[in-house]
């Protein structure tokens, strides 16, 4: 069964960081693409950056480009976002999200974690 | 970017009825490379439809989704209690990834 474990949201203060990650497990992690989306409080989906299974490319929304790097760690099943300079409006519930494929383009999302809230406020 | 449309914002039907929800497409959908997720109150989102018309695993037959190149729908037969959710359409045939606003199913 697959399973996808965010941690590291929290309650941080605009122009702060925070990196999340996810321990993925029932899957073989390293040759599936994964996912970052997020949810702000009522609203709908957002997708927010993915990486690719092997070699590995990474994709970002233009809303989080420059302040948001997506890395994974194969080795660990781990795959994490390093959010800076975080906003306002970066408030949300952030997924992670596992590809149906080892492609990002074209690739639906066929399994979702929990989520982890991340607060940007003063 | 490719901005999906999604309408009506909300759909009031009774268990039993029939719901056809709409996702339009600023422009063209790679190969109908469009997906469909059902999200609950309280829980994550759940993958229903993926390649325009194609059910995920798991996904019972009154759900099916058609369309191609701007103009996608997915139908709900005979409603069931626990359809009553919020539906998303995505497209992932090129980046950004983007997901429409959501068509709410509420009973009547």
């Known amino acids: 069964e697959v399973q996808l474990l965010e941690s590291g949201g929290g309650l941080v203060q605009p122009g702060g960081s925070l990196r999340l990650s996810c321990a993925a497990s029932?899957?073989?992690?390293?040759?599936?693409?994964m996912s970052w989306v997020r949810q702000a409080p009522g609203k709908g989906l957002e997708w927010v950056s993915a990486?690719?299974?092997?070699?590995?490319?990474?994709y970002y929304a233009d809303s989080v480009k420059g302040r948001f790097t997506i890395s994974r760690d194969n080795s660990k099943n781990t795959l994490f976002l390093q959010m800076n300079s975080l906003r306002a409006e970066d408030t949300a519930v952030y997924y992670c999200?596992?590809?149906?494929?080892?492609?990002?383009?074209?690739?639906?999302?066929?399994?979702w974690g929990q989520g982890t809230l991340v607060t940007v406020s003063s | 970017e490719i901005v999906l449309t999604q309408s009506p914002g909300t759909l009031s039907l009774s268990p039993g009825e029939s719901a056809t929800l709409s996702c339009r497409a600023s422009e063209r959908v790679s190969s109908t490379y469009l997906a469909w997720y059902q999200q609950k109150p309280g829980q994550v989102p759940r993958l229903l439809i993926y390649g325009a018309s194609s059910r995920a695993t798991g996904i019972p037959d009154r759900f099916s989704g058609s369309g191609s190149g701007t103009d996608f729908t997915l139908t709900i037969s005979r409603l069931e209690p626990e359809d009553f959710a919020v539906y998303y359409c995505?497209?992932?045939?090129?980046?950004?990834?983007?997901f429409g606003g959501g068509t709410k199913v509420e009973i009547k």
């Open positions: 995505q497209q992932y045939g090129s980046s950004p990834l983007t």
């Open positions: 990486f690719s299974g092997s070699p590995g490319n990474t």
């Open positions: 029932g899957f073989t992690f390293s040759i599936y693409a």
């Open positions: 999200a596992k590809s149906t494929s080892n492609v990002v383009i074209p690739a639906a999302i066929q399994a």
